[in-house]
């Protein structure tokens, strides 16, 4: 259950789901693909719509539907001991998505992008073995550094967009200080770095 609901924590909710790994993995593919491709916006498209499928939209529809049926707390999965599941099947589907990639000949730093996002994945899987560590900060400091190392180092500017889901995952009481702390350099030391190496 949510802490007493304040104006401050309705806030936190809103930053929670606006600045979801779901949207990142929607938008930052967008964004890495519209430089990869040339700004062509055709294939541009195309790509967002395969990395959507197989890295947000699959994966969401088995976290909303495992929460539906009582399987753990929440789209987000609020318990720690109920996330190896849910992280394993959208491990699987990334694989998968990454496959299609691969077969279909992405753009070289979209397929970087997606062994970032994927071995990022891989990481929080292991922690969360034994810690909660905070997957949307993970993920929110992930897209900073990669979209940094694509349209140059003016965009650590979102580093505020950071900061905000951190703020965010704390004020809900998902996660402590720490673990957002944690993630929020977690993305970049690990996606970010895998990132610039493939690219």
């Known amino acids: ?22 949207v990142v993995a929607v938008a930052l593919p967008l964004a890495v693909a519209w430089h990869a491709t040339g700004y062509d916006a055709l294939a541009t498209a195309g790509w967002g719509v395969v990395v959507a499928i197989f890295f947000c939209v699959l994966p969401m529809a088995f ?9 753990w707390e929440g789209h987000w999965v609020r318990d720690r001991a109920h996330r190896t ?16 990639m691969l077969i279909g000949g992405a753009p070289r730093e979209l397929v970087a992008l997606a062994w ?4 990022t994945l891989a990481a929080c899987l292991v922690i969360t073995r034994w810690w909660k560590v905070s997957v949307h900060a993970t993920v929110a400091g992930g897209a900073v550094a990669m979209l940094a190392v694509v349209y140059g180092p003016w965009l650590l500017a ?13 004020a809900i009481e998902d996660h402590t ?7 929020a350099a977690l993305g970049p030391a ?10």
């Open 116 to 119: 970032a996002m994927i071995i």
């Open 85 to 100: 599941v849910p992280l394993l099947v959208c491990l699987a589907s990334a694989l998968a998505g990454m496959a299609v």
């Open 158 to 170: 979102l580093a505020l967009l950071v900061a905000l889901v951190c703020w965010a995952r704390v």
């Open 1 to 22: 259950m949510y802490a007493m609901d304040t104006t401050g924590q309705r806030l936190a909710r809103v930053v929670t789901e606006v600045l979801s790994p779901a």
């Open 63 to 71: 976290l909303v539907r495992g929460a539906r049926r009582g399987r």
């Open 190 to 199: 690990v996606g970010g770095a895998v990132f610039l190496v493939l690219s």
């Open 177 to 183: 200080a720490a673990q957002v702390v944690v993630g």
